[in-house]
T-cell receptor, first 112, second 115 residues
Framework: KQEVTQIPAALSVPEGENLVLNCSFTDSAIYNLQWFRQDPGKGLTSLLLIQSSQREQTSGRLNASLDKSSGRSTLYIAASQPGDSATYLC???????????FGTGTRLQVTL | KAGVTQTPRYLIKTRGQQVTLSCSPI?????VSWYQQTPGQGLQFLFEYFSETQRNKGNFPGRFSGRQFSNSRSEMNVSTLELGDSALYLC??????????????FGPGTRLTVT
C-alpha cells in the first residue's frame, strides 16, 4: 500500500528565505508526482507535475525534484513571499494515473 | 479555458438526508475523480469516472455513489447522511497532456456540513 509522508508538518519562515519541503513515498513504481497548493477552505492548485522519467521540473520560483529510487521528492521555493503562505501537498498516482494518494501536507507561513 | 467548477459551494444538511454534488470538468477532459477532505483523514479518493463508466473506487461505503454524463459532467450522491460525512468534497478532472502526463486539476470544492 502506497504511503506518502511530508516533513515538516508546519513551517514558519521570514520573507525572502529559500526553503525546501519534503515528500517521501513507499512504493517507487509511480507514473509521476504532483505538487499542489491549498489555501484555507479552498480547492487545490496544481503547481508542478514531474514525470517518472524526469529528475526535476521548474516553474518560476518553484523547483521540484524527484528521486524514485529513494522514494523522495523535494519542492524548493526561492525568495519566499507572504503570498506563498498555504498548505503544500504532494501526491502520487496509486494503481492508476487518476487515483492519487496524498501526503498530509506542509503548512507554510511566510512572515513579513 | 475555464477550470473545474463545482456546485453548490456550500451545503448544510441534516442527518439522514441525501445530497447531490455536481462537477463540470475542464473542456475536453474525460476523467473526473472525487475526493473527500477532512481534518482527521486528509484527502481520500472516492471514485473516478471515465467516459460514463466508474473506473476506480476507493474504500467508502455504498452510501457514496456517482455518475458521469455524456458531456463528462459528473454528480456525486451521498444517501443517509451521517455527521462524519461533513467534509470538503473536491472534484478533479484530467486529460492526456504533454508527454503523456495526466495532470489533475481540482475544482474549488463543495463544503458539506451535516447537522
Amino acid at each position: 500500500k502506497q504511503e506518502v509522508t511530508q516533513i515538516p508538518a508546519a513551517l514558519s519562515v521570514p520573507e525572502g528565505e529559500n526553503l525546501v519541503l519534503n515528500c517521501s513515498f513507499t512504493d517507487s513504481a509511480i507514473y509521476n508526482l504532483q505538487w499542489f497548493r491549498q489555501d484555507p477552505g479552498k480547492g487545490l492548485t496544481s503547481l508542478l507535475l514531474i514525470q517518472s522519467s524526469q529528475r526535476e521540473q521548474t516553474s518560476g520560483r518553484l523547483n521540484a525534484s524527484l528521486d524514485k529510487s529513494s522514494g523522495r521528492s523535494t519542492l524548493y521555493i526561492a525568495a519566499s513571499q507572504p503570498g506563498d503562505s498555504a498548505t503544500y501537498l504532494c501526491a502520487v498516482p496509486t494503481g492508476t494515473a487518476s487515483k492519487l494518494t496524498f501526503g498530509t501536507g506542509t503548512r507554510l507561513q511566510v512572515t513579513l | 479555458k475555464a477550470g473545474v467548477t463545482q456546485t453548490p459551494r456550500y451545503l448544510i444538511k441534516t442527518r439522514g438526508q441525501q445530497v447531490t454534488l455536481s462537477c463540470s470538468p475542464i473542456s475536453g477532459h474525460r476523467s473526473v475523480s472525487w475526493y473527500q477532505q477532512t481534518p482527521g483523514q486528509g484527502l481520500q479518493f472516492l471514485f473516478e469516472y471515465f467516459s460514463e463508466t466508474q473506473r476506480n473506487k476507493g474504500n467508502f461505503p455504498g452510501r457514496f455513489s456517482g455518475r458521469q454524463f455524456s458531456n463528462s459532467r459528473s454528480e456525486m450522491n451521498v444517501s443517509t447522511l451521517e455527521l462524519g460525512d461533513s467534509a470538503l468534497y473536491l472534484c478533479a478532472s484530467s486529460g492526456l497532456g504533454g508527454r503523456g502526463s495526466y495532470e489533475q486539476y481540482f475544482g474549488p470544492g463543495t463544503r458539506l456540513t451535516v447537522t
